[in-house]
Structure formats: structure tokens, C-alpha cells
């Protein structure tokens, strides 16, 4: 049995741990030929997402060995905590850098080898529909990729391509593993469906989003979170 990205070519960035690495897996296991790419030493290729030195090159690779791009993943992100008033701007324009900027010379760099399609999933954040103390610079960055995800489908939608975005909630990765240790119990405890998310969670999300069967959903925002969305804060 054929799997669901059978023949497709997709780049995905932070593949090295976490979801991106459970993503460029899934994406391998369900047909697709996978170009994995992280600033962090592993077996894929180098893509510093701020540099578009480096979405050609990576892009490039892609296109020599394969012929074109299908699907682009921008899962790479990074996060600082720190008050508002307090954090350094260098730090807060580090964030965007990484977490907006990234994902847009991205699509700039995959969209003339894309064809008609093509999709691009953007990974957001439930932090892009609502903010936390000291989150200033990654809750704006999340938000404004939610509006990068929406303008591009705009624009890219007569070139037959989609872009969605991707809003997991808590998910046992590396960026937040200081919080899972923590507070996992009472995290999931709040959760309808009584756990805190898997990369694998996110990946599957990846995978419907890249697939033909999602051929008609495009600037949509859609929550990996085990329900978190659907219920108000405990008082």
C-alpha cells in the first residue's frame, strides 16, 4: 500500500530532536523523500533558517536530487523567556529572526520549485492565540507567523499552493522539557483528553496537511493540543 506522500518532496527545518525530527521520519515511512535541515550536528543537512544563503543552498540540494520541492515544514523555532520590560532587544529580534523571519525566506526560497500542489505548514503555537507571562518575544512571534501563514495563502493560492499553520500545545520536546519535568501531571490533569502531547502528535498533523487529502484546506490554523482549546481555564 502506497503511503499518503508517496512521490513528494518535502524539507523540513529543526529536523535534528523533537517534532521536526519526528516529522522528517513520518514524512520518510509514508513515501516521501525528505531533505532533514538543522543548524545542530546530525545525520542531515546544514539550514541556518535566517540565512537565505542557506534556504539556497539547501533548496538546491533538494532540487538536484529529487527535481523539485512539495512540501515545505517550517517547524524550527526557538524560545527565551523574559518580561517585557526587561528583555534585551537583541534577544527579542533573535526570536523573530528564527521564528518568522526563518519560515518566510523559506517560502521565498521553495515557492519558484514548487508546482500547482505544493504545501507549506507553518508551526506556530497555541502561544499564537494567546499569551503567557514572561513570553513576549516568542507569543509574537507565533502570532505573527499565524498572519504570515494566512497572507500567504492569499497569495500563493493561485499558484495552486497551500499554506496552513500547525498550533500544538504542550509537547514532550526538548524546548520544553524543563516544564514537562515538572508539571506534567497536573498539565495533562487539566487536558480533555488526559495527556500532554508526542512529536509523533504534531507529525501525523504534518502529514495530513502535506497530503492530498487536505488538497482544499489552506490558511487555516489548526490546534495539535489534546483539547486545551476547548475548555476555559479552571477558576
Known sequence: MA???EGKVAIVTGAARGQGLAEAQLFASEG???????????????????????WAAAVALAVDRFGRVDVLVNNAGIRADGLVH???????????????????????????????????????SLNGLAAQGGSAAYTSS????????????????????RV?????????????????????????????LGR????????????????????WLTGIDLPVDGGHTASTPKL
Open 3 to 5: 503511503g499518503r506522500l
Open 32 to 54: 516521501a523523500d525528505v531533505i532533514a535541515g538543522d543548524v545542530l550536528d546530525h545525520d542531515g543537512v546544514y539550514l541556518d533558517v535566517t540565512s537565505a544563503e542557506s
Open 86 to 124: 526587561e528583555m534585551a532587544a537583541a534577544d527579542f529580534q533573535r526570536i523573530l529572526d528564527v521564528n518568522l523571519m526563518g519560515p518566510l525566506l523559506g517560502i521565498q526560497a521553495v515557492v519558484p520549485h514548487m508546482t500547482r500542489g505544493g504545501s507549506i505548514i507553518n508551526v506556530s
Open 142 to 161: 507565533k502570532f505573527a507567523l499565524r498572519g504570515l501563514t494566512k497572507a500567504a495563502a492569499l497569495d500563493l493560492g493561485p499558484l495552486g499552493i
Open 164 to 192: 496552513n499553520a500547525i498550533l500544538p500545545g504542550v509537547i514532550r520536546t526538548p524546548m520544553v522539557a524543563y516544564i514537562v519535568d515538572q508539571y506534567e501531571e497536573r498539565l495533562a490533569s487539566g487536558l480533555p
Open 196 to 215: 500532554i502531547g508526542e512529536p509523533m502528535d504534531v507529525a501525523q498533523a504534518a502529514v495530513f496537511l502535506a497530503s492530498d487529502d487536505a488538497s
